[in-house]
């Protein structure tokens, strides 16, 4: 081990530039750092406003904004889901309305009718079966 000397307050020190070690931390480059920084410029920084106080406030500002979109989001839902609604009940409607229509059209009395024009005729001997006896 050496031994202990008191330094010399004659010499001048000499600066040297930092050169950045790996143990050595680079400034961040986030969020509260720049908001940090604007403060520190601001007219409230220079009247020694606590900058621990910002960080909660903006966390606040931002659930408040979070809150404000989520509430806007979920009226225009529900006014999609109402508008989608009626139109459901709109094509339920229609459904029913021509399902009715086949139903009518496809009854043995108004496909004769049809038929008729053409001269075809309602058959009034039901169908029998033709059996073929094999030999």
Request: net charge positive; charged share 35%.
């Amino acid at each position: 081990m050496r031994e202990n000397t008191f330094r010399n307050p004659t010499k001048p020190k000499v600066s040297r530039p930092r050169v950045a070690t790996k143990g050595q931390r680079k400034k961040k480059k986030g969020l509260f750092t720049m908001v940090e920084r604007l403060f520190e410029r601001s007219y409230l920084g220079r009247k020694g406003i606590d900058l621990q106080l910002l960080k909660p406030w903006l966390m606040i500002m931002v659930l408040g904004i979070v809150y404000i979109f989520n509430s806007h989001y979920a009226e225009k839902t529900s006014r999609k889901i109402d508008k989608l609604q009626k139109e459901v009940r709109d094509l339920r409607s229609q459904y029913t309305t021509l399902k009715y229509s086949y139903m009518y059209s496809s009854k043995q009395s108004e496909v004769a009718k049809k038929v008729q024009q053409l001269g075809l005729e309602e058959s009034e001997v039901p169908p029998f079966k033709i059996i073929v006896k094999e030999k």
